[in-house]
């Protein structure tokens, strides 16, 4: 093999930052300035650019506070186009280190879809990725879709009815049911309330679906439970343009099996029997059966969770119809005696951000909070006591519905991809990537005559999706295994003849 990596080349790599690495042996380059030209940002505002993976070109993601005592896990985001503005980059399922290095991305096929509420469940007892994607106009239209490890589609489900499935909520129950949102238009006459006679509203409709078998197990209609005068939005002057009175935005399975359902038209959670619908108490709104204690109340909220602790989360957009000083995650205590509401905790940004629409909170294993933003492109992770760990942002005319964080193993099924550059006739630079898998830490690279007959020459770790290594070689071919810790192969790239 005439492959090697001398003094001078050792120094003029040096020089120019990269660095010669030896590992189990083997002698090779690894640049580490050329990894990071790969992925660079560019222009601020710029979407990624590969050179072995051409067809992905996710938005660039700024960390502006270093991750630091975060909890274990990777960050799972849904870039779309923000504020009706075309942002960088495609829309799609996007999985991030601290860094912002991408993981593992999905682009949606169809330019003109969204992905929402892309997140880690459980299915089957196994931990699955899970989202929304079609198309939405202030509430959605598509199907919810999940996937293995391998990142290979298992499931899709519909809504019932003859209904199409909302972006709003997506969720897995113990039971391997999936509960999820839909806005339905029903015509109504609002004259009494100032509006059309001929008017329309949307109404909240909560679906659980068996997944297997895409059968409707349970429905509840808010109009048959919440009346419009509990509703903040007036209609609307368009007669086309429906009254979306209740804007339900998310479902949540209480510690006693009935379900919580946060309304923004409503700016209300309500507890609801699983069995008949009814509601068993509202938590703030017009018609709050809890007296709310200071800094309770919230403004077109999002996100309601009940906790271990029995509190329940919500991240209080704050706006609009009134507007507070900026958006926050709030953590309250509810006392069933004395029917009451008490803040326990809030986590704000520094930027004193408002987030008109979206955004959620997320209580992570080890006490800490991670709160996506919503329309405002950030997402950060606090300790419980409200100290900033971690914040990154999308360019401004990126955001994300909800943003995560979780542990997470990905081993896709197809094989790494390369594409390799003759530097100069004895030199050659190959980039290397694995989209969405999660164990590799180096590449070794294999070089030869022709691609049945590949010898190992080099290594190097590995750095972001994309690696760069660099190495001096005549051979026709060459090609790169990924490897774990240990040592143990996972995949193998296709040969290939470098590029001039």
């Given at each position: 093999?005439?492959v090697?990596?001398?003094r001078r080349?050792?120094?003029a790599?040096?020089?120019a930052?990269?660095?010669?690495?030896?590992?189990g042996?083997i002698l090779?380059c690894?640049?580490t300035?050329s990894?990071?030209?790969t992925?660079s940002?560019?222009?601020a505002?710029?979407a990624w650019?590969f050179?072995?993976r051409p067809?992905l070109?996710p938005?660039?993601i700024?960390?502006?506070?270093?991750?630091h005592d975060t909890?274990?896990?990777?960050?799972?985001?849904?870039p779309?186009?923000?504020h009706?503005?075309?942002?960088?980059g495609?829309?799609?399922c996007?999985?991030?280190?601290?860094?912002?290095?991408p993981?593992w991305f999905?682009?949606?096929?169809?330019?003109?879809?969204?992905?929402?509420?892309?997140?880690v469940?459980t299915?089957?007892?196994?931990s699955?990725?899970?989202?929304?994607?079609?198309?939405?106009?202030?509430?959605?239209?598509g199907e919810y879709v999940?996937?293995d490890?391998?990142?290979?589609e298992i499931?899709r489900?519909?809504a019932?009815?003859?209904?199409e499935g909302?972006?709003?909520?997506?969720?897995?129950s113990?039971?391997d049911?999936?509960l999820?949102?839909?806005?339905?238009?029903?015509?109504?006459?609002?004259s009494a309330?100032?509006?059309?006679?001929?008017?329309t509203?949307?109404?909240?409709i909560?679906?659980?679906?068996?997944?297997?078998?895409?059968?409707?197990?349970f429905?509840?209609?808010?109009?048959?439970?919440?009346?419009?005068?509990?509703?903040?939005?007036?209609p609307?002057q368009d007669p086309?343009?429906?009254?979306?009175y209740?804007?339900i935005n998310?479902?949540?399975?209480?510690?006693?099996?009935?379900?919580?359902i946060?309304?923004?038209?409503t700016s209300a959670v309500?507890?609801?029997?699983r069995?008949s619908?009814?509601?068993?108490?509202?938590?703030g709104g017009?018609?709050?059966?809890f007296?709310?204690?200071?800094g309770?109340?919230?403004?077109?909220?999002?996100?309601?969770?009940r906790?271990?602790d029995?509190?329940i989360?919500?991240?209080?957009?704050?706006?609009p119809p009134?507007?507070?000083?900026?958006?926050?995650g709030?953590?309250?205590?509810l006392?069933?005696?004395?029917?009451?509401?008490?803040?326990?905790?809030e986590?704000?940004?520094?930027?004193e951000l408002i987030?008109t629409?979206q955004?959620n909170?997320?209580i992570?294993?080890n006490?800490?909070?991670?709160?996506?933003?919503?329309?405002?492109?950030?997402f950060?992770?606090?300790?419980?006591?409200?100290?900033?760990?971690?914040?990154?942002?999308?360019?401004a005319?990126?955001?994300?519905y909800r943003?995560?964080?979780?542990?997470?193993s990905?081993?896709?099924?197809?094989?790494p991809?390369?594409v390799?550059?003759?530097?100069s006739?004895?030199?050659v630079t190959l980039y290397?990537?694995w989209?969405?898998?999660t164990?590799v830490e180096?590449?070794?690279?294999?070089?030869?005559?022709?691609?049945?007959?590949?010898e190992?020459?080099?290594?190097?770790p590995r750095k972001?999706?994309?690696?760069?290594?660099l190495v001096?070689?005549?051979e026709?071919?060459?090609?790169v295994r990924?490897?774990?810790?240990s040592?143990?192969?996972?995949?193998?790239?296709?040969?290939?003849?470098p590029?001039?």
């Amino acid at each position: 093999m005439n492959v090697k990596c001398t003094r001078r080349r050792f120094l003029a790599a040096a020089a120019a930052g990269t660095a010669c690495v030896v590992l189990g042996g083997i002698l090779g380059c690894e640049s580490t300035k050329s990894a990071r030209a790969t992925a660079s940002r560019g222009r601020a505002g710029q979407a990624w650019i590969f050179r072995s993976r051409p067809d992905l070109s996710p938005p660039v993601i700024k960390v502006t506070a270093r991750a630091h005592d975060t909890a274990a896990g990777n960050i799972f985001v849904a870039p779309k186009d923000g504020h009706r503005e075309a942002g960088p980059g495609q829309d799609g399922c996007f999985i991030v280190d601290n860094t912002g290095q991408p993981i593992w991305f999905y682009p949606l096929r169809d330019e003109e879809a969204d992905a929402f509420n892309f997140k880690v469940q459980t299915y089957k007892g196994e931990s699955v990725l899970s989202w929304w994607e079609g198309h939405h106009t202030g509430y959605g239209q598509g199907e919810y879709v999940i996937c293995d490890r391998s990142y290979e589609e298992i499931a899709r489900v519909r809504a019932g009815n003859g209904l199409e499935g909302d972006h709003h909520e997506f969720l897995i129950s113990p039971q391997d049911t999936a509960l999820l949102t839909i806005y339905h238009k029903v015509p109504m006459d609002l004259s009494a309330l100032g509006g059309k006679k001929d008017a329309t509203v949307l109404e909240g409709i909560v679906q659980e679906i068996d997944i297997e078998t895409n059968e409707m197990l349970f429905e509840w209609r808010s109009l048959e439970h919440v009346g419009l005068e509990e509703s903040y939005r007036k209609p609307p002057q368009d007669p086309s343009t429906p009254l979306d009175y209740f804007h339900i935005n998310s479902i949540e399975i209480d510690s006693d099996g009935n379900f919580l359902i946060s309304a923004k038209g409503t700016s209300a959670v309500y507890k609801v029997d699983r069995e008949s619908g009814e509601i068993l108490w509202r938590l703030g709104g017009r018609k709050s059966d809890f007296e709310m204690g200071e800094g309770t109340k919230t403004v077109s909220q999002h996100d309601a969770r009940r906790q271990e602790d029995g509190t329940i989360t919500i991240f209080d957009n704050g706006a609009p119809p009134q507007v507070h000083e900026q958006s926050r995650g709030i953590v309250v205590d509810l006392d069933m005696d004395r029917m009451s509401a008490t803040l326990v905790r809030e986590y704000t940004h520094p930027k004193e951000l408002i987030a008109t629409s979206q955004g959620n909170v997320q209580i992570l294993p080890n006490g800490n909070v991670f709160v996506g933003w919503g329309s405002s492109p950030f997402f950060s992770e606090y300790a419980k006591d409200g100290k900033l760990l971690f914040d990154a942002t999308f360019p401004a005319e990126v955001e994300s519905y909800r943003a995560f964080r979780f542990p997470w193993s990905g081993q896709p099924d197809g094989a790494p991809t390369l594409v390799a550059e003759r530097e100069s006739r004895g030199e050659v630079t190959l980039y290397a990537s694995w989209n969405g898998a999660t164990e590799v830490e180096s590449w070794e690279v294999l070089a030869g005559a022709n691609p049945d007959e590949l010898e190992a020459v080099a290594a190097a770790p590995r750095k972001g999706f994309e690696t760069a290594i660099l190495v001096e070689t005549t051979e026709a071919y060459v090609g790169v295994r990924a490897k774990n810790g240990s040592g143990k192969v996972l995949g193998t790239a296709v040969a290939v003849k470098p590029r001039d």
